[in-house]
Structures are given as structure tokens and as C-alpha cells.
């Protein structure tokens, strides 16, 4: 409860804010309003997406619980207001025609419509401990406000097919470059005799392959609103920088693993400051990108009442920015440790090996997709990594039970109680994500519909 009231408390200043900078006309009530469901928007962002990037690295124990949230507090907001841009789409990746929509105040509504139903939505999946994409949910918002308002004809269609396949394309990415990376360090480390020589010769190379793609994603997706750079130089860059780094950390991790025990446990420690940055890192894209398109409604309903008309892209007002980085840091710290715990415990156990694996895969598929031109969701892929490495996991033990294909297996099949006891995937949290994945935009979709009319019918 106390958390709840904080939340509120929060939600009343900013519409007390609104209001003092604004006026109380009502044209500016509207934005009052907007700014008030907008910092509930960003309070349940914080609540639940975010956990994404923080999930594994407190899973695998290379982060306390406090220390995540607060380095993810700073990185999220960090990215938002310094990496943010000043330009959002208000019609959220082109679902809507904005000729469709003639009348200024409808498109008001149905933004305002998309903005409640999204959070309410990414509210209620984080009750049930379904980590959501937040983009998808104002997609479905601003879908089903648009096709309400103006008709299945304003519904941009092949868009829409594209972010379905997103919800197919995004998990298997992530979770086959997952699975692929843990495969390689299990061959060429963990199973070596002399495991110390191994990571010797290892552990710098795949710091380098994280420090070129994290560089590469911070390129393409982290500073995409600031500076426009295509992906053949994003990878030039990113190159260098990964060699930089392997020459840099090359001694760093020889002279460390001096004296060093010749067991994976030894091992595991040389993952965790690595997996570390690339939480903070993947945590600052994730402010500057995803932050940016949650807030896009408001945005939009600021513009069209502050001067009666609406464009496909529109300025982003600093406080609007502003709201988005403290309503995240409030959601992190209220609300964040529930799902932060089931993403880094409660699908499969993860160490900082695996963690790595998820974080690495994250930034891969991106860059991945952006090659092959598919749109992928990054909640998606951070989840469907800890879903990889757990399958994987799961594939290997049953592989080596049965006695690496003799035969005759020791063990047909892992059951259900060693299957639990050893922490692999948790069907009934598999079932629930997938589930809150499948529905996220249809259901958006609905209640933004029935927030319009009930709107439209209020104010009309």
C-alpha cells in the first residue's frame, strides 16, 4: 500500500505541475490529464520492462537487487533525457494514417484512449508477472483508438503483420544466439581440462565480441534519435572498438586468472563486471529508444492542444521526457524487483556465464534484425534469451543423461521433479509469457477502443 501511495502521490504532483504551467482552461486540462496518465505510463515501464535488462544479472547473482535498480534507474534515465531526441512519432511506427483522422479533437481522444489502455494494460501483466513490450502495447492503444475513430481502413495492415511476426522472429532470435553462445563457451572453457588456459585465451575474445556489439547497438539503436548512422558504419565502429577492447583486457584477464582454481566456479567470476556493463548498457538503448515511443502519445495530445492541429511527427517537450525518466525511476524502485526476480530466477537458473549469454544475444539480434530489415521487440528478445539458455540447458542435461547418444540412454527423459529441482524452464511461466505476448496488442487494442467511446461519448 505504501507503494501504491507514493505511486499516486507522484501521479498528483505531475498533474499539479501540468496544471500551475498550463492554466486550468479546458483545452489544458486535457494535457493536465494526459500528463497524469502518462506518468502512470511511465511508472508501469519502469514496473516492468526494464526488468528485462536487469533480470539475469541479478539472477546470476553478479548484482544485488539494489544496486540493479539503481544502476538501471540512472541508465534508463540517462538515455531518455540525454539520448531521448526531440522527434517522436505520434502515430507509433506508422499504424495509423493521421488523414484519416480529420477532427483534432478525435485524434486527442484516441491518443489519450491509447496512452490509458497501454498502461493499464502493462499494469495488469505485471500484476500477473508477464514481462510485456511496452511499444506493442501503445501499438495495439493507438490501433484499436484508430480503427474505432476512423475505421479498419486508417489501419496501416502490412505494419501491423510485421509486428505479429515480430512476436515470432524476436524470442527465436534471442534465444538461438543465446543457446548458440552458451554452446561455445561450454565447448571451448568449461568442458577444457585445463579450464584457466581456456578462458585465458577466451574470456578476452568474448569480451571484445560484447564491447564491438554493444558499440555497434549503441550505434544503431541507443543514439538512433541523435545521430542518424547506417549499419555498414555502425559495424566499422563497432569493429574497432571490440578490437580496442581484446587488447585492453587481454592482460587485465591473464594476469586475474593467475592462481586461479582450475573450476567453473573460478571461471563464472571473469563473466560478471562484463555482464554488468552490458546491463547498464542495454538499460541506456532501452531509455533512449523505447521510452521515447511510450511517451509518443503524449506527446502528440500536447502538440494538437497547444496549437489545434496534429502531424505524424511532433516535437517531444523536455517535461514530457522529463515525467517519462522520474516515472521510470519510481516504477524501478516500487514496483521493479517482482518481475526483476522471475526474469533472472524463476524461468531457469542463470549464472553469469548464461546471463552474458542473454545480455550478448540481445544486442546481436538487434543488429541482426536490422541487417534482415525485420522488426523486433527488445523485451522479446531479453526474454526469449533466458528462455534459450534454459532449453538449452535442458536439451544438454538430457543429451547427458542418456549418455551421449549410446544406444541404450541411461535416462529417457529429465522429469518433472529433476526438471524443477535443477531449475531448467518453468512451463507455467513459459505458458504465461507467451500467452501475455500473444494478446498484448489485440487486448490493447480492445480496451483502447472502449476508452474512446467512452470518452467521445463524455466529451461530445
Known sequence: MVATGIALAFIA?????????????????????????????????????????????????????????????????????????????????????????????????????????????????????????????????????????????????????????????????????????????KAQIIYQDDKIAAARRWVPIL??????????????????????????????????????????????????????????????????????????????????????????????IVHAAQFGDFAERVSIPTWVMVIGAFGISFGLFLFGPKLIRMVGSQITKLNPMRAYCVALSAAITVILASWLGLPVSSTHIAVGGVFGVGFYREWHMERRLRGNGEKKPKVKQIGNDERRRRKLVRRSHFLTVIAAWVITVPAAALMSGVIFLILNALTG
Open 207 to 300: 569480451v571484445g565480441i560484447m564491447a564491438g556489439t554493444f558499440t555497434t547497438y549503441l550505434a544503431l539503436k541507443g543514439l538512433s534519435r541523435v545521430l542518424e548512422i547506417d549499419l555498414a558504419t555502425a559495424l566499422l565502429i563497432g569493429a574497432v572498438s571490440g578490437v580496442a577492447v581484446y587488447a585492453v583486457t587481454r592482460p587485465m584477464i591473464r594476469a586475474r586468472a593467475k592462481g586461479m582454481e582450475n573450476r567453473n566456479k573460478s571461471i563464472k567470476t571473469l563473466f560478471a563486471l562484463p555482464l554488468v556493463i552490458s546491463a547498464a548498457l542495454l538499460s541506456f538503448a532501452h531509455g533512449a529508444n523505447d521510452v521515447a515511443n511510450a511517451v509518443g502519445p503524449l506527446a502528440a
Open 13 to 185: 504532483v505531475t498533474a499539479l505541475a501540468a496544471a500551475v504551467f498550463f492554466g486550468t482552461a479546458p483545452v489544458n486540462l486535457v494535457v493536465v490529464a494526459a500528463a497524469a496518465f502518462g506518468a502512470y505510463m511511465a511508472i508501469n515501464i519502469g514496473a516492468n520492462d526494464v526488468a528485462n535488462n536487469m533480470g539475469p544479472a541479478v539472477g546470476a547473482n553478479a548484482l544485488t537487487m539494489g544496486g540493479a535498480i539503481a544502476i538501471a534507474a540512472i541508465s534508463e534515465s540517462a538515455g531518455a533525457l540525454l539520448a531521448g531526441g526531440d522527434v517522436v512519432s505520434t502515430i507509433s511506427k506508422g499504424i495509423i494514417d493521421p488523414v484519416s483522422v480529420q477532427d483534432t479533437n478525435v485524434f486527442i481522444w484516441a491518443m489519450m484512449a491509447a496512452l490509458i489502455s497501454s498502461a493499464l494494460w502493462v499494469n495488469l501483466a505485471t500484476w500477473i508477472g508477464a514481462p510485456v513490450s511496452t511499444t506493442h502495447s501503445v501499438v495495439g492503444g493507438v490501433m484499436g483508438a484508430g480503427v474505432v475513430a476512423a475505421g479498419t481502413a486508417a489501419v496501416n495492415w502490412p505494419t501491423v503483420g510485421a509486428i505479429a511476426a515480430s512476436w515470432v522472429v524476436s524470442p527465436l532470435l534471442g534465444g538461438i544466439v543465446a543457446a548458440l553462445f552458451l554452446a561455445l563457451i
